[in-house]
């Protein structure tokens, strides 16, 4: 069974369009956070949501907006595409907020903005 | 300025010899290192950390990393390497005063030749 989950593997799509990526761990962990991770392979995180509370948010620009129906779920939603936004997202989740708990990641989603 | 370095872009070892991925760190606070390994076209996976305790931590695979905190190093090392070993390598750190301050590094990419 897989652990952490995303969808779409890949999204291809025009400037200028609004588009979601959906994440779902199957962990029980409490902790699931979005990273961007560009072409030269820089990972940086983007938000963290603790049992649904938003807990980190990165300097991101506000056309991304993550969405946690309940612990197991993290969304991401991008309004306005632009072609810097093309790059690898990865979801990853954790057993709570604690520094000291690994993260176990999804396989990402590759999106690439035309 | 709090962050993690990762000297070395990419590190050739030929199969059977031991390998060495650098890795320095700055934190304000306690540091809680990681480190994860890449393979192409998925997620990040959990190798070792370090908390507190005995400074040589062992992992996955035959991985080993050595804390050491006059030289703020955690550098990941294994004895024989695979091909299989062959990947994208990332160090990270949290910071222990501070759950929300947390770092990768920009990524080793080691090569093993047979």
């Known amino acids: 069974d897989t652990a952490v989950s995303q969808t779409p593997k890949y999204l291809v799509t025009q400037m200028g369009n609004d588009k979601s990526i959906k994440c779902e761990q199957n962990?029980?962990?409490?902790?699931m956070y979005w990273y961007k991770q560009d072409s030269k392979k820089f990972l940086k995180i983007m938000f963290s949501?603790?049992?649904?509370?938003?807990?980190i948010n990165e300097t991101v620009p506000n056309r991304f907006s993550p969405k946690s129906p309940d612990k197991a779920h993290l969304n991401l939603h991008i309004n306005s595409l632009e072609l810097g936004d093309s790059a690898v997202y990865f979801c990853?989740?954790?057993?709570?907020?604690?520094?000291?708990?690994?993260?176990?990641f999804g396989p990402g989603t590759r999106l690439t903005v035309l | 300025a709090q962050s993690v370095a990762q000297p070395e872009d990419q590190v050739n070892v030929a199969e059977g010899n031991p390998l060495t991925v650098k890795c320095t760190y700055s934190?304000?606070?306690?540091?809680?290192l990681f480190w994860y390994v890449q393979y192409p076209n998925r997620g990040l996976q959990f190798l070792l950390k370090?908390?507190?305790?005995?400074?040589l931590v062992k992992g996955s695979y035959g991985f080993e990393a050595e804390f050491n905190k006059s030289q703020t190093s955690f550098h990941l090392k294994k004895p024989s390497a695979l091909v299989s070993d062959s990947a994208l390598y990332f160090c990270a750190v949290r910071d222990g005063a501070n759950f929300n301050k947390f770092y990768f590094g920009s990524g080793t990419k080691l090569n093993v030749k047979p």
């Open positions: 949501y603790n049992n649904k509370e938003l807990i």
């Open positions: 934190v304000s606070g306690n540091p809680y």
């Open positions: 990853a989740s954790s057993r709570d907020r604690d520094s000291y708990n690994e993260q176990f």
């Open positions: 962990l029980g962990h409490d902790t």
């Open positions: 370090y908390i507190t305790g005995d400074n």
